[in-house]
């Protein structure tokens, strides 16, 4: 460990607020807590662990929001704006970690914690008010009801400063929508139900300003390995592209077949080609940025005619632009930018969004719903009317949005009538942009990761854009894909520390050598130099989060696809023929992991192994 | 055989979309490339000289230019030639 009162990277400091109470306390960092965790979505997994009862309700005063930064936060080296907010999620029932870029973590930072914990809950609307080491609740009676967008602005106003970075919620967390959003300007934490554990809590927002520096061990080895890092992303070509595009690109998963289409029925999306990336050079009116990022692949966009015209965004992002054309078979980029718009003011989760009219549709389809059940809306494939009346419902939870603003596997089990089969979903977390039956690898994150079907937790950039690291794939293989799996969530877990964007993870603009040259240098942790070491701490981290889960008598049985993907070969397309071959892959996964073949549960070696003793009853 | 070429990104300025090739029957993806730089010249060839700037799926499936050119190819084969792909 680093000698104490020596410079770091670390604020050292958490502050926890108990809303119920209206009580505040604060923390120093334990020595255990940065030498095992690092920062980010380690300090976040350890503490819920530690604070949390088993089966508490993730609506109840006893879950916690706990606000998160990495030793890299608010410092001169690129890309590590990120945000992390762990909480145990409505949607899943689960440990859920979520992010947003921006520039909301950074400010946390200068207002003075590395760290902010809300527990318990208001018996009126407040937003808690961080200012340079200070902090009070406010009175939020007057914002409720208002959307992201105008949240920000009257906070603003009030505090009188418009540099003042917040988080906040729209009406879907409000009113308990099970997957809303957390939104940071126009960046959201989108994923688990963050919004809803705010909405239950009355915490309309966070507002956070400072003007703390960051201090750093080593200044000149930090800007030795700030230059080195600054060469890598100049000389990436992955990096370049994503500077001018960001992830406006849906054509590619369409080419390999796996642009999840009619509900995940099929793997092409018919005529995506009005959806690719030369449709949205079109739209793409501004560039954005967050905290000192060079890539800058963020995108303002405006619709200038049709339907839509007026309709602006910052976004889409990849997963936007299918959410609102794959699952309902509508390739028009005007709905797709309006549908990001409107999520974004009212504070939803896009991909859940898209993900659960989808599935409305396929059951209007089969006669499982009819056209009462849908407030009288014709939920037809191909019909976009619709989806934007959807979103609002969902939002407000009116009329059918009501029972869709469960989520998919919820709102399943109320319809019965086998609507469950037709939920795309794993541990109630619905399904993203990316279709299991055509990358295997991609597939099995999916489906083991501890926040359910979160793409971002261990992406296959191997087999879906052929990135050779650690070596090529054959993205239909079977064999060799449990230890793959193992890499990506292992080394996006490690890289979730700092806090440094997934993107990076994807593109290689990151590796762990260089990782651990920032990592030293900004915290003067010995044990940070050493690569291996990291890899641990992210081994760590997915073991730990997988144990909070086993806690909650969650474990093999939740490891499920729907029997789509694992029973139905893919129709058609470049992927046409394949099913994901769960049994196989599953087994090869527990095995490199050196969890127990049959519960799924990391034996009582591996916990040792990495010191996670204390999770072993 | 008829081969199906896609084009995304740079190369999208260079070329239309899609075209559809005649090619002779044992026709390997050097041969469609090289067709490809005769036809649109040297900016074509510039585009695709450096490997790390292209990505060529032939049918959905990765394909190395460096280590697969000799891949031949089939009737109705669709190939995609587009830059890099980014994060998602």
């Keep these: 460990m680093q000698a104490r009162g020596k410079p770091s990277s670390y604020v050292n ?90 520039y909301f973590a950074p400010e946390q930072k200068a207002a003075g914690f590395d760290i902010i914990i809300v527990e318990g809950a208001a018996d009126k609307p407040v937003y808690l008010w961080v200012n340079d080491g200070k902090y009070e609740l406010r009175d939020a009676t007057y914002l409720w009801g208002l959307d992201c967008d105008d949240t920000h602005t009257l906070i603003r106003e009030e505090l009188g400063d418009p540099r003042i970075r917040i988080t906040c919620i729209g009406p879907a967390g409000e009113n308990l929508v099970k997957y809303a959003g957390i939104f940071t300007d126009r960046r959201a934490a989108g994923r688990g139900g963050g919004g809803a554990v705010m909405g239950a809590k009355k915490l309309k927002a966070i507002a956070v300003r400072g003007s703390r520096k960051i201090e750093l061990a080593d200044p000149g080895a930090f800007k030795t390995a700030v230059r080195e890092h600054i060469q890598l992303l100049r000389n990436n070509k992955h990096v370049q592209r994503h500077s001018v595009i960001g992830t406006q690109e849906p054509e590619f998963t369409n080419l390999l077949g796996i642009f999840p289409t009619r509900n995940f029925q099929e793997g092409v999306l018919p005529h995506w080609e009005n959806i690719e990336s030369s449709e949205y050079d079109k739209v793409r009116v501004r560039k954005t940025a967050c905290y000192r990022c060079m890539v800058h692949c963020g995108n303002i966009t405006k619709v200038n005619t049709g339907k839509y015209k007026g309709a602006w965004a910052e976004g889409p992002e990849y997963e936007t632009a299918w959410a609102f054309t794959g699952p309902m078979v509508t390739p028009d980029i005007g709905l797709t930018i309006a549908a990001d718009k409107l999520c974004d003011d009212l504070g939803l989760d896009s991909i859940s969004t898209g993900n659960t009219i989808g599935f409305a549709y396929e059951l209007y389809g089969r006669g499982i719903i009819n056209k009462e059940d849908a407030g009288g809306l014709e939920l037809t494939f191909g019909n976009a009317e619709p989806i934007l009346e959807l979103v609002r419902q969902i939002a407000y939870r009116q009329g059918f949005g009501n029972l869709l603003a469960e989520g998919t596997r919820e709102a399943a089990r109320r319809i019965g009538k086998g609507a469950e089969q037709y939920a795309m979903q794993v541990k109630g977390l619905e ?89 030293l240098a900004a915290t003067g942790v010995e044990d940070f130099a050493d690569p291996d070491y990291l890899w641990k701490v992210g081994e760590r981290i997915i073991n730990l989060e997988r144990m909070f889960n086993v806690r909650e008598g969650i474990g093999r049985k939740d490891d499920v696809f729907p029997k789509r993907i694992t029973n139905e070969p893919m129709p058609s397309g470049p992927s046409a023929g394949q099913v994901f071959e769960a049994e196989p892959l599953l087994a090869d996964y527990y095995k490199a992991r050196g969890w127990d073949a049959e519960s799924g549960i990391p034996t009582e070696a591996k916990l040792n192994e990495l010191e996670l003793s204390f999770t072993i009853k | 055989m008829n081969v199906e070429v896609l084009f995304f990104g740079q190369f999208r300025e260079l070329a239309t979309r899609r075209q559809v090739l005649s090619l002779k029957d044992d026709a390997r993806l050097v041969d469609l490339i090289e067709w490809l730089v005769k036809e649109y010249g040297d900016d074509f060839r510039k585009g695709i000289s450096d490997p790390e700037r292209l990505h060529i799926l032939i049918n959905g499936q990765h394909c190395d230019l460096m280590d697969n050119t000799k891949t031949v190819l089939k009737d109705s084969d669709v190939v995609a030639i587009l830059p890099p792909a980014t994060g998602g």
């Design chain 1, 13 to 102: 400091r958490i502050l926890r607020v108990n809303l119920t109470n209206r009580t505040f306390s604060e923390q120093t960092l334990s020595d255990e807590l940065i030498h095992n965790y690092i920062g980010g979505r380690g300090f976040g997994v350890k503490l819920l662990y530690d604070d949390l009862k088993p089966g508490i309700d993730p609506l109840g005063e006893e879950n916690e929001l706990i606000s998160l930064t990495g030793p890299i936060t608010g410092t001169n080296a690129q890309c590590f704006p990120r945000w992390k907010v762990t909480f145990k999620s409505p949607l899943t029932g689960a440990y859920f970690t979520s992010s947003a870029g921006g």
């Design chain 1, 431 to 519: 399904m993203p942009a990316y279709h299991p039956r055509g990358a295997k690898a991609h597939g099995l994150n999916l489906l083991t990761i501890s926040l359910g079907a979160d793409h971002n937790a261990g992406y296959s950039n191997q087999e879906i854009f052929n990135i050779q690291v650690p070596r090529a794939v054959d993205r239909f293989a079977i064999e060799g894909k449990g230890e793959l799996t193992k890499y990506n969530q292992d080394i996006t877990a490690m890289m979730n520390t700092g806090i440094l964007c997934n993107f990076l993870v994807v593109m290689i603009g990151m590796t762990p050598g260089l990782y651990s040259k920032l990592l």
